[in-house]
């Protein structure tokens, strides 16, 4: 998903905007907020008295000139031709758009307020994910009701608190029994029964029906598909990006940044993804988010684009192992097509964790992408790409209506 948001202090909250709506992320304890300035700081729960963290914003870069050719073209790359980077694009003021999204992104002051949320219905839930997603609203000032999504997930077990855990058990139930197997239902105390609560406030009908559960379909895109259907709907439609816009130009998550190359053309910075809380290593969840802002999907990718590839999938190995002690053997390293999101960034999780979008229809490793474009520089111009969309998705009602996917109620 394309959400983002600040890492949780030690049982704290993180608030965040993009896109117009904000969101938050709870645990039990501190609180934590982030000022426009690019500042955070830490509120204990004892109020204003608990300590406070502070850092001043980092200033951007200088940018240099990148040394590609001027040409602009559809989806920012045709075979043969190199696509521009977007050097003007990121030294030029911002334009009023982008005003506008900045202001409507700007991080809230106060913690949501979870305790009056007015359940509405249970979007999806998952055993795999030990996860609820849950439409809920939160009555205004003048009674208006606003729609909230409600993200509720068992956080993973930390191995230095699972003793903790046995030993202080609130309750223990026998659920079954058989030979030398046997099940119970074990009730932990309060401070070890933490649920990590994400949410989007206020949520759109767009965000509601991204967490419904949906019927799925496989689309088969040629690259005249991705021309005359993709292309167009992508440019068509309003897909705000400005959370990413924020960490590139350390308005937002300065503080999280793992690691930078500030190359205009060859550079990114990988930050940890919100869906890894940082507590363990078994779920490892980081993005690399390129600084290019030419480059929307793997669609746009040429041999042009290899230092920057080469760079993430270098640097970000060297730098994860540097940090956390992961060797790049244990990295599964990829990009999503469809991406959540229309900036190019690339995907490092846990080789073992079962992560959101690692399947075979979606996931491209970094590694094949490289070889396919030293093996044909216009590669992802010319071949076919496979992957899923849900039945409600606006993208495959275009492919439904150029006859390129059958709808369910034709003969």
């Known amino acids: 998903m394309g959400q983002r948001g600040l890492r949780p202090w030690d049982g704290g909250l993180g608030t965040w905007g993009y896109g117009g709506y904000k969101a938050w992320t709870y645990n039990a304890g501190a609180i934590g907020c982030m000022g426009p300035g690019g500042w955070s700081c830490r509120v204990g729960p004892g ?53 506008r999204e900045e202001a409507e992104a700007a991080p809230g002051d106060s913690p949501f307020p979870l305790g009056s949320v007015r359940l509405r219905r249970l979007l999806r839930d998952s055993a795999r994910e030990k996860a609820a997603f849950v439409h809920g609203q939160v009555a205004g000032p003048s009674g208006e009701e606003t729609d909230a999504v409600l993200i509720l997930e068992k956080t993973p077990f930390q191995e230095e608190k699972i003793e903790e855990l046995l030993r202080r058990h609130t309750k223990l139930e026998l659920q079954m029994r058989n030979d030398i197997y046997s099940t119970y239902r074990l009730y932990p105390p309060p401070e070890l029964s933490e649920i990590k609560a994400t949410v989007v406030y206020p949520a759109t009908e767009k965000h509601l029906q991204k967490y419904l559960r949906q019927e799925v379909h496989l689309v088969r895109e040629t690259w005249e598909d991705y ?7 992508i440019q068509s439609q309003s897909f705000s990006i400005q959370w990413v816009y924020n960490i590139l130009e350390k308005k937002a998550e300065a503080d999280r940044i793992i690691h930078e190359n500030p190359d205009p053309c060859d550079g990114f ?44 999938l270098q640097e970000g190995r060297e730098a994860i192992a540097k940090r956390f002690g992961v060797p790049g053997s244990q ?81």
């Open 47 to 99: 109020g204003l008295s608990g300590a406070w963290s502070c850092g001043l914003r980092v200033a951007a870069p200088r940018r240099r000139r990148c040394k590609s050719g001027a040409l602009r073209s559809l989806g920012g790359a045709v075979p043969g031709r190199p696509p521009r980077c977007p050097r003007a694009a990121m030294a030029d003021g911002p334009a009023p758009k982008r005003r």
């Open 227 to 233: 021309r005359d259907i993709t292309l167009p709907f």
């Open 269 to 312: 910075v990988l930050v940890p993804d919100f869906k890894w809380n940082q507590n363990q290593l078994e779920d490892l969840y980081l993005i690399a988010l390129v600084h290019r802002r030419d480059v929307k999907s793997l669609r746009d990718l040429t041999a042009e684009h290899l230092p920057l590839l080469r760079n993430v």
């Open 331 to 411: 990295l599964r390293i990829y990009l999503h097509y469809q991406p959540s999101y229309y900036h190019l960034h690339v995907h490092f999780t846990a080789l073992g964790y079962d992560a959101p979008g690692s399947s075979a229809e979606r996931a491209h490793l970094l590694e094949d992408v490289v070889d396919n474009l030293l093996l044909d520089a216009g590669y992802y111009q010319k071949r076919a790409l496979t992957f899923a969309l849900r039945a409600d998705e606006p993208l495959l009602k275009k492919f439904q209506e150029a006859g390129r996917v059958k709808r369910l109620d034709s003969p």
